[in-house]
């Protein structure tokens, strides 16, 4: 036993060799993970550190100004809550409609496959194109030129769709059909049982899906760079054909401004944005953990 | 006795009755209600009438109903259409001018100045130097911390560490811009020294873009590879296997089209990102493999003619199309080719 300690066989050293490779290894995968909660806590440091100075109600209720000092991020604020209120009026009744459709109503026809896979392929697609759609369709078009709340939101349907139509799908397939077949036993149709039996109890998945929706269209940037190309708003829109800006916009402004100084005011925007997204997380994950143990009881 | 009355009190209507109420659930207990109360078969009739009526409109409600939600499905197709067209009837007048092929081979990009270049691949070679590098990143990160979730983490530290990894992925892009160009890139510049750094680098870009993209490829490899049985892995285990090698000779083998697809759908989501590229990867169209050089992508070019006070129709304005097509065009490829492989490579397990 003392002679194997000292001279090892070519088999204890491979098997050494290997759980040393397999110390190394787990050392990189868990080094991966830090990694990346090091970078959001960097991320969230350093905006901090950068913004918190800024912060103040001064900041909250006044417009943006030549002056970072004075400037503040009402405009911006307002033009957010616009769009997303619309975007939510829009995107609710078509994004649950389609799933709908195509969980209760379709066939399985190659018209509906074809719906299918074609929303799976608009959820991929870049978000500068929906803004191409919008400058194009909706503000050349439709506006005749006027860079508006409306086409703003309009886009912004388009873009956040698919993400509905997906999360609300899921959320009715996790109905369970035995609830659908005691309701049809009861003689309701289609309609009905869709109205009382799936709606109800796919809704919590659904609420959860469209608040990532509608957070999403919070912090999307660059389809409303294209669409408003206006970027100094001084003003609360006061009606659907009014121009507007949006946070993650006037952010991208106040980084994009040679001063130095005007970096903090950014910073200072974007732990607004930041805590209006996170908290939007935070309901949906509490709503999804909230009712995700509810069915088959 | 009580039966055999209740039948023979019954038993006249009772056919037409449950034909009735077989369509109408909810008004049933009224119905029966009523019942009791009338006993002629006038009022019988009536009754019946009103059921068929109550039928015939909840028969309409749903057709109508179906129509609607036909029609909301039917928006999604309209995007795809509206979206090709637009693309191509805006590029068509750009490419009466413009030929295809000089677009598509020219090697340098300058639409602004005179004389005007029209060659996209300086800033397709800038787009793919971001994402290439994101793709790096974010593989070998999001490969990593999946392994972890999947392999050796303990089901309540994954509980915590997964929904951490996850807010990467909702922090708006114009952020993570701040931060390459605000935190990375000063970084990158004390390791490199400020002459070789310039302010907007494409390094700087990519490897934020790879942070961000990491919670998407780290889900979708983790989700194949927790769907794959216990029992090969016990296998290995039995056969005196150590953690590493199942993880990379049994699990990540039986995972592959799903971590394949992962990094393919992360890469297509950075060739389509904007404000990171905009902000902190420059405006220079640059035919260049240096990483620390500034560069243009093609979503930071779209970006900023619109910024710009280009008038509409002319040829200038007419490029973000050009541009934005052969974007759609690169990111839908990736897209259908991603999902293939996890389509077709997927393995069944029962």
Known sequence: ??????????????????????????????????????????????????????????????????????????????????????????????????????????????????????????????????????????????????????????????LVLPIVVIASQEAIKAVPSSYRDAAYAMGANRWQVVKAVVLPQALPGMMSGIILALSRAIGESAPILIISSLVWVTFVPSSPDSKFTVLPLQIFTWISQPQHSFRGIAAAGIIVLLVVLLSMNGIAIWIRSKYQSRPEQ | MISSFTVTFFVPESSDWQRGFTTIPHTARTTSHQMATTTKNESNELMLERAARRRRRQATEQAIVAWLLRAAALISILTTVGIVIILVAQSAGFFAEVSVWEFLTGTEWAPLFSPQKFGILPLVAGTLLVAVIAGIVSLTLGLGAAIFLSEYAPERLRRVLKPILEVLAGIPTVVYGYFALTFVTPILQSIFGQDHVIVFNALSAGLVMGLMIMPMVSTLSEDAMVAVPRSLRDAAYALGATRFEVSTKVVIPAALSGIVASFILGVSRAIGETMIVKIAAGATPNLTLNPLESVQAMTAYIVQVSLGETPQGSLEYKTIFAVGLLLFAMTLAMNIVGRWVISRFRQQYE
Not at chain 1, 25 to 48: K, Q
Not at chain 1, 133 to 156: I, K, P
């Open chain 1, 1 to 158: 036993m003392n002679k194997t300690t000292a001279t090892p066989t070519k088999r204890q050293r491979l098997r050494s060799f290997r759980v040393l490779r397999d110390r190394i290894f787990v050392t990189g995968f868990v080094l991966a993970v830090v990694i990346g909660i090091a970078g959001l806590a960097a991320l969230l440091l350093d905006v901090l550190v950068d913004g918190l100075p800024f912060l103040n109600w001064n900041f909250l209720s006044s417009y943006a100004s030549r002056k970072p000092l004075e400037s503040g991020i009402l405009a911006p604020l307002a033009g957010t809550v616009w769009i997303v209120g619309m975007t939510a009026l829009l995107t609710i009744p078509i994004g649950v409609g389609t799933a709908i459709y195509l969980e209760e109503f379709a066939t399985k026809s190659r018209f509906n496959r074809i719906i299918e896979l074609n929303i799976a392929n608009l959820a991929g697609v870049p978000s500068v194109i929906y803004g191409l759609l919008g400058l194009a369709v909706f503000v050349q078009f439709l506006f005749n030129g006027s860079r508006n709340v409306t086409a703003g939101a309009l886009t912004m349907t388009l």
